[in-house]
């Protein structure tokens, strides 16, 4: 069961799923809200002409709801997320068993935590944009003849700029004051830990390779005299689209 794509072809994989979610946004409020998640993936990889140092593509876009409560129970919240992830890799490893690729990619994520408790700040929104590093490897084996892969794709953003605007800042303020420069900062790995993963079991089934994941993300920092923490977790279902053909020109 061929995952890789071939030369000029794609491979992409759709599917949803369902886990937890926790944030703890003192922008917004002292307290921690959990609760569930709901989230749609689509993932796609493509191989151009085989040239050049990092010929195969890959995009990754993800929505995900979270509706959350606190520990009391006695307040609602809600959390909507946009991850838009794009690289360009070099395969690293190709034995026929494992592939393995590391590339640079741009990643952007967008989104809000709306928290009614609060009626000053009643939502925080969410921005970061950053270049990073992608690691994406397949493994393949058999279970009594029938081929099967896990797959695993690592993104870590590197350097970027974020939207943390300052404590007790209102956004009437910020547009009234004339201007948000003060509130965008630059993150690295040492002020603003950010992480993505998606793990994945693909098994051919019926003439079709049906998917069964796990993805996860990590947001925290300390940016704007706020902490902001923000914490996905959720299995996916879905399926995988193989070898679908692309116009190149």
């Known amino acids: 069961m061929e995952l890789l794509p071939v030369q000029n072809r794609s491979v992409s994989a759709f599917s949803l799923g ?3 979610a926790a944030s703890l946004d003192t922008y917004l409020s002292p307290c921690e809200y959990s609760g569930a ?18 010929p195969y593509r890959h995009l990754y876009l993800n ?5 959350l409560k606190n520990h009391s ?8 997320m946009v991850h838009a992830y794009g690289s360009w890799s070099h395969e690293l490893v190709s034995s026929g068993i494992w592939e393995s690729l590391l590339g640079i990619s741009a990643l952007g994520d967008l989104g809000a935590v709306m928290n ?5 700040n009643p939502v925080n929104a969410k921005f970061q944009m950053s270049s990073g590093a992608t690691f994406d490897n397949i493994v393949h084996f058999r279970v009594k003849n029938r081929p099967m892969a896990v797959k695993g794709t690592l993104y870590l953003p590197l350097l970027g700029v974020s939207f ?3 404590h007790d800042q209102f956004y009437w303020n910020m547009q009234a004051e004339g201007g948000l420069s003060g509130d965008f900062h630059i993150v690295t790995p040492f002020n603003a830990q950010t992480m993505s993963a998606q793990f994945a ?3 051919p089934v019926c003439g079709r390779v049906v998917q069964i994941g796990y993805g996860m993300y990590l947001m925290r920092h300390r940016l704007g005299g706020n902490f902001s923490g923000l914490w996905h977790s959720y299995a996916t279902v ?9 116009k190149w020109k």
Do not use: K, Q, W
């Open 18 to 20: 369902i886990g937890s």
């Open 201 to 203: 079991l693909d098994i």
């Open 164 to 166: 943390a605007p300052d």
């Open 73 to 80: 129970g006695s307040m609602n919240a809600s959390d909507v």
């Open 116 to 120: 009614m408790a609060n009626t000053n």
């Open 238 to 246: 879905g399926f995988v689209h193989r070898f679908e053909r692309l």
């Open 37 to 54: 998640y709901l989230a749609c993936d689509y993932d796609c990889m493509s191989l151009g002409s085989g040239d050049g140092l990092f």
């Open 63 to 67: 929505l995900g709801y979270g509706f």
